[in-house]
């Protein structure tokens, strides 16, 4: 049955501005007021004042480039943000996110699980002139991230094989067979090393945040080898700690041992193999 014939009451300003958002929100790239009318089927007169008031409320903003309109963070904003689980989390990550970056030189993000996709909920940026961020908001596939991929190592054997039979579509059996023998391996190191595929020379560095024994956030850095600063060995050392501390925080607030320390034996020791992985 149609949604029009299933719905009882209309509001077709709301929908006109709903379906802008909705479109933008599936945009790979910004989007002129002629691809978004193009796309919705309706007239520039329609959508031009209510593109106006998007703009004017902050859920839209134009791009830098000229080329067109981009959704912004208001909605992560109004809706993730608000949570009162998430706001926790934030409370208790975001003093020692900073004190993090301003010990490693390095920016730093918090991810969690969303669906089939990871989102960065929170983020510091490095105190040095020159540093790799990630914005609040960012969304990607989560087993084609470093954040994703600890998110999933890191849970209990029964959590994983749920999420591997909701996301069995995103890898084939080979990329499934990959992805285990590495969360294996990151699970007896205590944190994911992957090569940026998407910026050279960047490392991305990940630990898994926990409460009451349940990954529920990844602590990300996206390394960026520094003239003299701290090396990446020190990074994980201090990456780690930091993760275990959020947990230690949250639920202590969750079990203080509830996350495995890096481990100490030389083959466990030995560095991961190195992968050209997104950066996130």
């Given at each position: 049955?149609?949604?029009?014939?299933?719905?009882?009451?209309?509001?077709?300003?709301?929908?006109?501005?709903?379906?802008?958002?909705?479109?933008?929100?599936?945009?790979?790239?910004?989007?002129?007021?002629?691809?978004?009318?193009?796309?919705?089927?309706?007239?520039?007169?329609?959508?031009?004042?209510?593109?106006?008031?998007?703009?004017?409320?902050?859920?839209?903003?134009?791009?830098?480039?000229?080329?067109?309109?981009?959704?912004?963070?208001?909605?992560?904003?109004?809706?993730?943000?608000?949570?009162?689980?998430?706001?926790?989390?934030?409370?208790?990550?975001?003093?020692?996110?900073?004190?993090?970056?301003?010990?490693?030189?390095?920016?730093?993000?918090?991810?969690?699980?969303?669906?089939?996709?990871?989102?960065?909920?929170?983020?510091?940026?490095?105190?040095?002139?020159?540093?790799?961020?990630?914005?609040?908001?960012?969304?990607?596939?989560?087993?084609?991230?470093?954040?994703?991929?600890?998110?999933?190592?890191?849970?209990p054997d029964e959590v994983r094989a749920e999420w591997k039979a909701r996301l069995r579509a995103s890898l084939d059996e080979a990329g499934w067979a990959q992805l285990d023998e590495y969360a294996a391996?990151?699970?007896?190191?205590?944190?994911?090393?992957?090569?940026?595929?998407?910026?050279?020379?960047?490392?991305?560095?990940?630990?898994?945040?926990?409460?009451?024994?349940?990954?529920?956030?990844?602590?990300?850095?996206?390394?960026?080898?520094?003239?003299?600063?701290?090396?990446?060995?020190?990074?994980?050392?201090?990456?780690?700690?930091?993760?275990?501390?959020?947990?230690?925080?949250?639920?202590?607030?969750?079990?203080?041992?509830?996350?495995?320390?890096?481990?100490?034996?030389?083959?466990?020791?030995?560095?991961?193999?190195?992968?050209?992985?997104?950066?996130?």
């Amino acid at each position: 049955m149609a949604k029009s014939d299933t719905q009882k009451y209309r509001a077709p300003a709301l929908e006109k501005g709903l379906d802008i958002i909705e479109l933008l929100a599936s945009a790979r790239e910004p989007m002129s007021l002629n691809r978004i009318k193009a796309a919705l089927g309706r007239t520039a007169s329609e959508l031009f004042r209510m593109v106006q008031v998007l703009e004017y409320r902050g859920y839209v903003e134009a791009a830098e480039s000229g080329s067109g309109f981009l959704l912004t963070n208001r909605l992560f904003a109004l809706g993730v943000m608000a949570r009162t689980q998430t706001k926790d989390l934030l409370d208790v990550a975001l003093p020692v996110m900073r004190r993090l970056a301003g010990t490693v030189r390095q920016s730093c993000h918090l991810a969690i699980a969303s669906g089939d996709e990871m989102l960065v909920i929170a983020r510091v940026e490095s105190p040095d002139d020159i540093g790799v961020a990630v914005k609040s908001g960012f969304r990607r596939p989560l087993v084609s991230t470093t954040s994703g991929r600890v998110l999933y190592a890191f849970q209990p054997d029964e959590v994983r094989a749920e999420w591997k039979a909701r996301l069995r579509a995103s890898l084939d059996e080979a990329g499934w067979a990959q992805l285990d023998e590495y969360a294996a391996r990151d699970r007896v190191l205590g944190y994911e090393r992957s090569e940026s595929a998407w910026i050279k020379g960047v490392t991305d560095l990940s630990a898994p945040v926990a409460r009451l024994g349940l990954v529920v956030a990844a602590l990300t850095i996206p390394y960026l080898e520094p003239y003299g600063g701290p090396s990446e060995e020190e990074a994980i050392e201090r990456l780690t700690a930091s993760a275990r501390e959020i947990s230690n925080d949250l639920a202590g607030r969750a079990t203080p041992d509830a996350l495995p320390r890096p481990a100490a034996s030389a083959e466990a020791a030995a560095r991961p193999v190195r992968r050209r992985r997104p950066a996130t």
